[in-house]
């Protein structure tokens, strides 16, 4: 659990159940359509960025990156948005990106 940031740790803690159901729902979806692997991690990394959420972005990046997509994959995902999100929260959401591109 130390790979999580301080408050999921605590979330997940402090909530194990709901953490626990929460998790098995987004297993259900990935298996609900025929979108696997990086295809749906890079779908779900474009939503985090329509939701402007820092702590979404870092876990799809990592998840994506581990299911074999390639940096300039991620970084491609997020600029289609522009025209749909707006420049600012691109530019914040490639920041995040490249965050957790560098750890990894």
Do not use: C
């Not at 929460?22 to 692997?37: C, D, S, T, W, Y």
């Not at 959420?53 to 948005?81: F, N, Q």
């Amino acid at each position: 659990m130390s790979d999580y940031p301080k408050n999921y740790t605590w979330i997940m803690a402090e909530f194990a159940e709901a953490v626990e159901a929460h998790q098995r729902f987004g297993q259900e979806l990935q298996k609900a359509g025929p979108l696997k692997g990086k295809n749906a991690q890079l779908i779900q990394l474009a939503g985090a960025a329509a939701a402007r959420s820092e702590g979404a972005v870092h876990s799809h990046v990592k998840r994506a990156l581990a299911a074999g997509a390639t940096p300039d994959e991620i970084y491609h995902a997020i600029i289609l948005l522009a025209s749909t999100i707006g420049f600012p929260a691109v530019a914040a959401a490639l920041s995040w990106a490249r965050e957790m591109v560098a750890r990894h």
